[in-house]
């Protein structure tokens, strides 16, 4: 079982930058690749962002590359996402989630185990 805490949502102006926190519980976290998802306003959870367990391999939506960073720190059991750039469009409740293998296998939300609450970004013209 992993439980899984997002932090360091807020409002930030366009072009400014964000970094979201998300702490994990449980000592399976370094196994796990883990993945940042968003649902816009009235819109379905979309992917964002994945790991894999050692940091080693990436991927990002089209959207959003080239302007967001995914890492970790398994030391920490802590992923993270920097934001930069940043887009009226990026507005959304970001999601944290975890799978349940080292390397990254899919990228929608049924591939994915364990997920957090949510924290809200807005981001403003």
């Known amino acids: 079982q992993v439980q899984l805490v997002e932090s360091g949502g807020g409002l930030v102006q366009a072009g400014g930058s964000l970094r979201l926190s998300c702490a994990a519980s449980?000592?399976?976290?370094?196994?796990?690749?883990m993945g940042w998802f968003r649902q816009p306003p009235g819109k379905e959870r979309e992917f964002v962002a994945a790991?894999?367990?050692?940091?080693?391999?990436?991927y990002y939506a089209d959207s959003v590359k080239g302007r967001f960073t995914i890492s970790r720190d398994n030391a920490k059991n802590t992923v993270y996402l920097q934001m930069n750039a940043m887009k009226p469009e990026d507005t959304a409740v970001y999601y944290c989630?975890?799978?349940?293998?080292?390397?990254?296998?899919?990228?929608?939300?049924?591939?994915?185990?364990?997920w957090g609450q949510g924290t809200q970004v807005t981001v403003s013209p």
């Open positions: 790991i894999s367990w050692s940091g080693g391999n990436t």
């Open positions: 449980g000592r399976t976290f370094s196994s796990y690749a």
């Open positions: 989630a975890s799978q349940r293998q080292r390397d990254v296998r899919g990228t929608t939300i049924y591939d994915y185990v364990y």
